[in-house]
T-cell receptor, first 111, second 118 residues
Framework: TQLLEQSPQFLSIQEGENLTVYCNSS?????LQWYRQEPGEGPVLLVT?????EVKKLKRLTFQFGDARKDSSLHITAAQPGDTGLYLCAGGHNQGGKLIFGQGTELSVKP | NAGVTQTPKFQVLKTGQSMTLQCAQD?????MYWYRQDPGMGLRLIYY???????DKGEVPNGYNVSRLNKREFSLRLESAAPSQTSVYFC?????????????????FGPGTRLLVL
C-alpha cells in the first residue's frame, strides 16, 4: 500500500506567522496535488505539481515538489484566519486518475 | 452550474439497514469517484467509474456497491450497514481519466453525506 504521510497533523498559530506542511512518501508519484477543505464542504484543489523540483506560488502559498517526486511541501507566509482549514496532499500515478490522499493537516489561524 | 451534488446530506441508519447515496454532476465529466473520510485517515477511494458503463474497485470496496446510471449519476449502495461504515462520504468527478497522462485531472467534490450507523 502506498502511503502519503503528512506532518504535522494539527497546527495552531497566530495571524501573521509562517508555516510549512510536509507530505512524504517512499513511493514516486507522477504528480502531487494539494487540496483545501473547509468544515462541512468537500475538498477544493489548490495546485497540481508534476515536475521534480517544481515550485508554484499562489499569492501567499508556495508549493514545492521534491526532486525525486516522493515528497512535497506547502508553505504559507503571513497566515490569516481565512487560511484555517484542512489541507490534504494527494499523489497520483498514471493509473486512471486514482489519487492517494494523505491524512490531512488541520490548520487553525487565530486572529 | 451546481457542480457535484449529493443526497442526502445526513443519514442515521441502524445496523443491517440498507441505503443508497446519490451523486450527480452537471459538468459533463467522464469520470466519477466515491470516497469515505474518517478522522486522521484522509480520503480513501471506495469505487470509481472511468466512464459511463464501467466501474472499478478502489482501496476500500468491501460492503459497498455502485452503479453508474448514466454519464451524470453515480450511486453508492450499502446493502447491510455496519457501524464501521459510519463516515463522511464524498462523491467527486473529473473531466477524464487518462491512463497515459503525466498529470492528474482536477477532481471536483460534492459537499458530502454524513452517515451514522448505530
Amino acid at each position: 500500500t502506498q502511503l502519503l504521510e503528512q506532518s504535522p497533523q494539527f497546527l495552531s498559530i497566530q495571524e501573521g506567522e509562517n508555516l510549512t506542511v510536509y507530505c512524504n512518501s517512499s513511493s514516486v508519484f507522477s504528480s502531487l496535488q494539494w487540496y483545501r477543505q473547509e468544515p462541512g464542504e468537500g475538498p477544493v484543489l489548490l495546485v497540481t505539481v508534476v515536475t521534480g523540483g517544481e515550485v508554484k506560488k499562489l499569492k501567499r502559498l508556495t508549493f514545492q515538489f521534491g526532486d525525486a517526486r516522493k515528497d512535497s511541501s506547502l508553505h504559507i507566509t503571513a497566515a490569516q484566519p481565512g487560511d484555517t482549514g484542512l489541507y490534504l496532499c494527494a499523489g497520483g500515478h498514471n493509473q486512471g486518475g486514482k489519487l492517494i490522499f494523505g491524512q490531512g493537516t488541520e490548520l487553525s489561524v487565530k486572529p | 452550474n451546481a457542480g457535484v451534488t449529493q443526497t442526502p446530506k445526513f443519514q442515521v441508519l441502524k445496523t443491517g439497514q440498507s441505503m443508497t447515496l446519490q451523486c450527480a454532476q452537471d459538468m459533463n465529466h467522464n469520470s466519477m469517484y466515491w470516497y469515505r473520510q474518517d478522522p486522521g485517515m484522509g480520503l480513501r477511494l471506495i469505487y470509481y467509474s472511468a466512464s459511463e458503463g464501467t466501474t472499478d474497485k478502489g482501496e476500500v470496496p468491501n460492503g459497498y456497491n455502485v452503479s453508474r446510471l448514466n454519464k451524470r449519476e453515480f450511486s453508492l449502495r450499502l446493502e447491510s450497514a455496519a457501524p464501521s461504515q459510519t463516515s463522511v462520504y464524498f462523491c467527486a468527478s473529473s473531466r477524464v481519466l487518462n491512463l497515459l497522462a503525466e498529470y492528474q485531472e482536477t477532481q471536483y467534490f460534492g459537499p458530502g453525506t454524513r452517515l451514522l450507523v448505530l
